[in-house]
């Protein structure tokens, strides 16, 4: 039966990590089920797109990043010196660019096909152009000019960081919309071309407008929404806590951070899945599965096809959003760098390829099973060639390539269980229903 087949996979998936657990550390096991748990939420998400509505998503890696600029414009304290230099400058830039492509559109449509129509667009959008940028440029050069060594930007609003999780979402929800409306009418394989070559521009933005992000340069320290480890080693009742069970103070401390973590992690991926089956299973799924499996016919039924995507297209993204700002959280620093297309899209795709696309429980078990692979390859193929070549000299040509080679293992690891999965399990670990 399916359910215990969920049983039995979900159980080994706890041993794996209890095993880590006693023959690493506990430190580094709750480490992994951290990141574990974002990455299934992530996988859920990619999931609602591709497993109910047939959707390729490529461009994971910019939803994900626009989550993490949630985290650092709601939890970073406002910079008063970047706001006076040109903040408000920046925002009438924006302002004054809104509203160009909002009299373009009214332009567009409220006057009759023709030269004059195109004209006047000319004339509105290049005007608004010029003029943003006469404002925006000299704003922005003057906020990176405030201490550049340490702020740079005009920080954020300074709210507790947990409320970056929803807001993380609806900013990928918003530029989903905007993707989507420009992309959804494409064929599967242009639309993976389209989301991946987006999210690329969403990520270079970020990683230049230093005024917003500081770029490159990072943004580190970012408000917790868990205590502090020097924190917990001087209250008086983790001490007591500790010593009852015998404890080390310092390095339980560690510990007792990544499973308050993991606590706000799984109660949103619990909350995500429970929302998720629900809406599988109810008549708007069983419509999404219908146009998955066969476009034309549901289209022919009078459902509204495109709506239908970009529907499933913003749920999908916004979750990723939300996982993005928690995976921000728990780094506790923004890296714009660190969004690249390995992480945030090949690992992903194969965490819901290997669990099971149309399966939230398998979208699940396949982001745990996936990123505790990528984890643990480096450690246990360091181990396995140094077992190999334990018999040889250590000058050997051999010895020393194998043993430098230890640092790949992790590609041909994931490599060798999309494989196996897709030899002996073509549908998944815990196939669609």
Not at 194 to 202: D, R
Not at 359 to 379: H, I, R, T, Y
Request: overall charge neutral; hydrophobic content about 55%; aromatic content about 10%.
């Amino acid at each position: 039966m399916s359910w215990m087949r969920n049983v039995i996979c979900f159980s080994i998936m706890i041993l794996m990590i209890v095993g880590v657990g006693y023959f690493q550390s506990w430190n580094v096991a709750w480490g992994i089920i951290n990141l574990c748990l974002i990455s299934a939420i992530m996988a859920l998400g990619v999931n609602i797109q591709w497993g109910y509505a047939g959707l390729l998503n490529v461009g994971i890696m910019g939803f994900a990043a626009l989550g993490g600029v949630a985290a650092l414009l709601i939890s970073v304290e406002p910079v008063p010196e970047a706001w006076a230099a040109g903040g408000w400058g920046t925002v009438l830039s924006l302002l004054i660019g809104a509203v160009t492509v909002v009299a373009a559109i009214f332009i567009y449509k409220g006057l009759p096909k023709g030269f004059l129509r195109t004209l006047i667009m000319l004339v509105v959008c290049i005007g608004g152009f010029l003029l943003m940028r006469s404002i925006f440029d000299p704003a922005t050069e003057a906020i990176e000019k405030v201490n550049p060594a340490s702020t740079g930007y005009l920080g954020g609003l300074g709210l507790p960081i947990i409320l970056a999780w929803p807001v993380g979402g609806l900013l990928a929800a918003g530029a989903a919309w905007i993707v989507g409306k420009i992309t959804l009418g494409l064929r599967s394989d242009y639309l993976a071309i389209a989301t991946l070559g987006i999210s690329e521009i969403i990520v270079a933005l970020i990683k230049h407008e230093d005024w917003l992000t500081r770029g490159v340069k990072n943004v580190s320290g970012l408000p917790r929404p868990v205590p502090y480890e020097i924190d917990l080693q001087q209250a008086s009742w983790f001490i007591e806590m500790t010593a009852k069970y015998g404890l080390d103070t310092t390095s339980f401390s560690s510990i007792f951070v990544k499973i308050c973590y993991a606590a706000l992690f799984a109660v949103v991926l619990l909350i995500l899945i429970w929302f998720s089956e629900k809406a599988l299973k109810s008549p708007w799924g069983r419509m999404m599965r219908a146009i998955r499996d066969n476009e034309v016919s549901a289209n022919a039924m009078g459902k509204d096809v495109k709506a239908r995507h970009l529907q499933v297209f913003i749920l999908g993204s916004a979750i990723v959003g939300i996982a993005g700002a928690m995976l921000t959280t728990l780094d506790g620093q923004m890296t714009p760098v660190a969004y690249n297309p390995l992480r945030f899209t090949f690992v992903i795709w194969v965490m819901v390829i290997v669990g099971g696309s149309g399966n939230n429980w398998g979208a699940v078990l396949g982001g745990f099973l996936v990123w505790f692979c990528w984890v643990e390859a480096e450690p246990l193929g360091q181990w396995l060639m140094t077992a190999l070549t334990s018999g040889m000299a250590d000058d050997s040509g051999i010895k020393i390539h194998l043993l430098e080679s230890a640092a790949h293992m992790r590609l041909m690891t994931m490599g060798i269980i999309l494989l196996l999965v897709m030899r002996f399990s073509p549908r998944g670990i815990l196939p669609e229903k």
